[in-house]
């Protein structure tokens, strides 16, 4: 008897560490075949989309973000962190039937917190990513049967840190204006190349690709 366990015992260990090992893969292909089960001629469109749409809303909100600290200084600037400060924002949403936000997990506005399920997801994996490896992990997700959602990183840069760096960066009586306009703030204490949160552009299905 005790030589059979001898036997036994190793061969179901061998089985119980393939059968993990079986687990890990096969929960890798169902994840890649949200995205597998676009088209290539799909997933090229939506990541062009999706990378022209938010290049574009980044540039003019970070260069009036900066005008306005320079003209009105960090409290007269806080109004421009926030989409829908732009037309840019409408107008590229009316151009390409899309949803443009940006979500995060440290939120300060709690709209903007994760949403769904494939938010979380999402957001874990670019949490648990080299810095270096972030400003390249965009993804592409079919969502039902009528979007498809692109997600890219956010990372903190330099000129973010005068509001979401440390109180230090921040100074006392700005940090007391954002505890004011957003009681629940979460989202200080940040350093440049941090993940700070990510976009999440939802567009319409196109089936003519
Ligand atoms: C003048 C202050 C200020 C600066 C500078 C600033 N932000 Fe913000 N940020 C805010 C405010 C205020 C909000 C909340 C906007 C809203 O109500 O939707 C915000 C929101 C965000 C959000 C949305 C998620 C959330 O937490 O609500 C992201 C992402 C973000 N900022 C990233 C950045 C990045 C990246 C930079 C640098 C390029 C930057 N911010 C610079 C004030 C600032």
Redesign the pocket.
Known sequence: MKRLLIIIFPISMMLFVAACGSGEEREKTSSEKESLSLTEDQKKYYLETGNKITAAVFSVL?GE?MG??QADG?QG????????AYPLTDSLSNEFDAHII???E????P??RLQTEMDRKVFEEYDKMDADRLPTAERVKLAGDKSVIFYKP????P??M???GPKSAIGEENLAY?RE??PEDK?INFAPGDL??MWRVEIKLRTDL
């Open positions: 970070s973000l306005a600290m960090v600037a806080m109004a421009y962190c926030n989409l829908q940006r979500l995060a440290r939120y300060r506005n709209d903007n956010i990372p903190l840069q000129q973010c005068a509001c979401h954002i306009l957003y989202a700070r949160g």
